[in-house]
């Protein structure tokens, strides 16, 4: 077959899972969008599976916020603990549940009040705060102490502040190769509690045992012995989390990225899942298809609504054509592949996140109606956003080419209630006062296009009829400083008389429906998690509107805090 599947317009024949990897390029890069709109999410690909004989784990801290509150605090160990939104209107929004207040039926979805309810000694931590907005840096740099450990046994993919993938699959290859499991005399007792597909403990038996018999295989196939290395490897690296950080984990250790993630949440807290590739149908054949990564939005609804698709096994009846008929090629071989557990993405050796973002929602009647509160909370954003851009460059000498505002508003009078805040991107200068002029533009020209140039009035004091519900700035495209000193002075010398100057057209935007981050929910945005969402009351009058005064002192003195520290930065350079 000399056509790849990307280079087909239309499905000319069933593709086998043989010809995608025989074609070699199918998928890379290429996105189809559902419906084809413009800011739709893209279309999720099939790419071609490398191997199966791949390790992959995937690495979720247990109640992750509430853990990094009971290490500052340990008292609150081992006590129903929650983290909440410092909002606190009813207690706070709970953002993070212990597993001990689990226990008592607290759920993330409830108030502070809700909480203490169903069970009075739970113990609320509300969540650190910097400038009147939730300050996420403690577990972030939480989330990096965790992702050194694990990136010492093998490549290493920082998925969110809390999550991690590990291609284990070289350091299991070498264990089988100098001191395979099957020989081991002792098997590490964490190793022994991990929960195997398939595995039959119905009949009574010893659990630990079986599972030791099942990593003592000497029959199994050679997939299976280096998942048996994953299982000790894992258990290892999970251990020196522990011991380290104090922070437990779970883990799913399969042959690919899905199945992993699949695994992962499957036994919770500090457990790890084993999927065999034997267990691999079983585990699929039930799973409701929205639970499938990329299939939670309207590419799950369509499979629900129009082909009756309500798990993922129900797939399995559909010959690869015709889910490319109905989908395009990419999605329809996607789909075929998922259905029978195969998926060829890479783990991505990635420590740093590939973007920064700050953000923050302002829901019901504390919506943003004026310009320069839009602006006050701009600054405030663009102001967390600049230190962290200062921190990744002085600490990885990284610096982010492009910035991004993304709104969320209303219009009170609209006859076109989807139409959606525009985001807009611009080359990205240093400064936290440049980012604050930046991402005001970028603000004010996502505006004129949203109401339209004359349908209302953008400055002063009082909008007409528009809200902003969320805000947040991003910063992306970030890639180390190019080697050697010079270039890194002209970097920043060329920003002064940086192309940004001619920000008053508009027409210099770029506009970007979506955030230019990497697909699908294993992209580090930051964005995402800076502000979760609150489920606010619709009464006005529960609290002010209020909006505090620009504080320009302030931000006189943060601009040259900022300077300082780039100066500071070049100083040490030359
Ligand atoms: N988080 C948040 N807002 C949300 C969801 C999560 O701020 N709507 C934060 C708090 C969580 C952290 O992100 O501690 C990680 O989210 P997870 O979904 O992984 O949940 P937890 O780690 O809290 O619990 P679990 O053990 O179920 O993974």
């Known amino acids: 077959m000399t ?4 280079e087909c317009r239309v499905a000319p024949r069933f593709y086998s899972r043989n010809d995608v990897l025989r074609s070699g390029r199918a ?14 999410r893209a279309m999720p690909v099939a790419k071609p599976e490398s191997s199966d004989s791949r390790v992959i784990a995937h690495v979720d801290m247990d109640c992750f916020y509430v853990q990094v509150e009971q290490r ?9 603990t929650a983290v909440v939104q410092y909002n606190e209107w009813k207690g706070g929004a709970l953002i993070a549940v212990s597993y001990e207040a689990r226990k008592f039926g607290i759920k993330r979805s409830m108030r502070g009040e809700e909480a203490k309810e169903v069970c009075p000694q739970v113990q609320l931590v509300q969540v650190p705060v910097a400038r009147g907005k939730a300050d996420l840096s403690g577990y972030r740099n939480a989330g990096s102490e965790v992702v050194s450990i694990l990136a010492r046994r093998g490549r290493c993919e920082r998925a969110s502040i809390d999550e991690v993938y590990l291609d284990l699959t070289d350091a299991a290859e070498m264990m089988l190769a100098d001191n395979p499991p099957q ?34 295989r000497h029959n199994a196939d050679h997939r299976d012995k280096l998942l048996a290395c994953g299982i000790l490897i894992v258990a ?3 251990m020196q989390v522990l011991k380290e950080t104090e922070f437990t984990c779970s883990a799913g250790i399969a042959h690919n990225k899905m199945l992993a993630k699949l695994a992962s949440g499957m036994n919770k807290p500090a457990q790890q899942t084993v999927v065999p590739f034997s267990s691999v149908k079983g585990l699929l054949d039930t799973l409701p298809i929205r639970k499938m990564k990329q299939l939670g939005g309207k590419l799950g609804i369509s499979l629900q609504m129009d082909i009756g698709v309500n798990t993922v096994g129900d797939l399995l009846q559909f010959p690869e054509e015709k889910l490319q008929e109905r989908y395009g090629i990419n999605t329809g071989t996607w789909l075929w592949n998922i259905a029978r557990g195969i998926s060829g993405e890479e783990v991505e050796g990635r420590l740093l996140p590939k973007s920064h973002g700050s953000g923050k929602t302002f829901p019901g009647p504390r919506a943003l109606k004026t310009v320069p509160a839009v602006q006050h909370w701009l600054n405030q954003l663009c102001e967390e956003l600049s230190e962290r851009l200062c921190s990744d460059l002085d600490q990885n000498k990284r610096i982010a080419h492009t910035l991004t505002l993304h709104a969320r508003a209303y219009k009170s009078s609209d006859s076109d209630s989807q139409k959606k805040f525009p985001s807009k991107s611009c ?13 005001f533009n970028l603000f004010q020209a996502g505006l004129r296009e949203y109401i339209g140039f004359y349908g209302g009035k953008t400055r002063g004091s009082h909008c007409r009829g528009w809200g902003i519900t969320s805000l947040s700035v991003s910063a992306s495209k970030i890639v180390p400083i190019p080697s050697g000193t010079c270039s890194i002075a002209k970097y920043f010398h060329g920003q002064s008389t940086s192309h940004f100057s001619s920000m008053q057209s508009s027409d210099n935007l770029n506009t970007e429906a979506t955030l230019s981050l990497p697909s699908g929910s294993e992209c580090y945005s930051e964005v995402n998690l800076s502000e979760p969402k609150i489920d606010f009351p619709k009464e006005e009058s529960w609290i002010k509107d209020t909006v505090p005064d620009l504080d320009l002192q302030e931000q006189k003195v943060n601009f040259l805090k900022t300077k300082l520290l780039l100066f500071s930065f070049l100083q040490i350079l030359f």
């Open 3 to 6: 056509k790849t599947i990307t």
């Open 427 to 439: 080359p990205l200068r240093y400064g936290t006062a440049k980012i604050q002029e930046d991402a």
């Open 236 to 238: 290892e690296l999970r």
């Open 72 to 80: 500052k605090q340990p008292q609150l160990r081992g006590l129903p």
């Open 27 to 40: 998928g890379t890069g290429h996105y189809r969008r559902f419906g084809g709109k413009r800011g739709e």
């Open 183 to 216: 020989g081991m005399e002792t098997i590490d007792e964490e190793a022994l509690k991990s929960h195997i597909l398939g595995l039959n403990n119905e009949d009574g038996s010893d659990v630990k045992e079986n599972v030791r018999k099942w990593i003592h």
